[in-house]
């Protein structure tokens, strides 16, 4: 079964430029999460979605920062303008169902601004 | 709010000893509690979970404990291996807020096991 798929798996780009960053779910799931991991802060949540509609984005750090969901099978993730400080591993996640049901992570996105 | 703390690391350990992560919790509901690996390079993986008060979770040798009187959910192995060098995070799901399937993580542990 395909897992939680993620792409690019690396991005390198300059400050200032427009960051996306992908995501498909695994089928039939009806949750979506976005994190950001760094040494830092650890792991955050950035937003997620409950059957395509956003549900809490308390964590994205400003407006540079956007997530949409157009339908069950694929998210983005976009940083516009991209700053030095954004350089993160970023990792989606899905669920079926809420509550104590386990989320299944891709392999992330490791970003990195110049 | 929700919060879990766990024991800084690294862990450094020889193959074959035994492993003990701490993890502690705060919540206004009642709780779920996970353990999620994550190797090199990869996302995080469900290790096990436990649901009430009293349950254990296990899986690959690992298991945890759900302590409501201590609030403390702790990781153990027996008898580590190198392959299970990894960061080990817990977390917790409120069932009061679950309706969004949140989850609150620890700092995460880096555990390393020397041959």
């Known amino acids: 079964d395909a897992g939680v798929i993620q792409s690019p798996r690396h991005e390198v780009t300059e400050m200032g430029q427009e960051v996306t960053l992908r995501c498909k779910p695994i089928?039939?799931?009806?949750?979506l999460f976005w994190y950001r991991q760094t040494m830092m802060r650890g792991l955050e949540l950035l937003i997620y979605f409950n059957n395509n509609v956003p549900i809490d984005d308390s964590g994205m750090p400003e407006d540079r920062f956007s997530a949409k969901m157009p339908n069950a099978s694929f998210s983005t993730l976009k940083i516009q303008p991209s700053e030095p400080r954004d350089s993160a591993v970023y990792f989606c996640?899905?669920?079926?169902?809420?509550?104590?049901?386990?989320?299944?992570f891709g392999d992330g996105t490791r970003l990195s601004i110049l | 709010g929700d919060s879990v703390t766990q024991m800084e690391g690294p862990v450094t350990l020889s193959e074959e000893a035994f492993l003990t992560i701490n993890c502690t919790y705060t919540a206004t509901g009642y709780p779920s509690l996970f353990w999620y690996v994550q190797y090199p390079g990869e996302g995080l993986q469900l290790l096990l979970k436990?649901?009430?008060?009293?349950d254990k979770g296990s899986n690959k040798g690992f298991e945890a404990t759900y302590r409501k009187e201590t609030t403390s959910f702790h990781l153990e192995k027996g008898s580590v291996q190198v392959s299970d060098s990894a960061v080990y995070f817990c977390?917790?799901?409120?069932?009061?807020?679950?309706?969004?399937?949140?989850?609150?993580f620890g700092g995460g542990t880096r555990v390393l096991v020397k041959p």
């Open positions: 436990a649901t009430k008060a009293d």
């Open positions: 996640a899905s669920s079926l169902g809420g509550g104590n049901q386990p989320q299944h």
């Open positions: 089928s039939g799931h009806d949750y």
């Open positions: 977390a917790l799901s409120d069932e009061i807020k679950a309706a969004g399937n949140k989850l609150t």
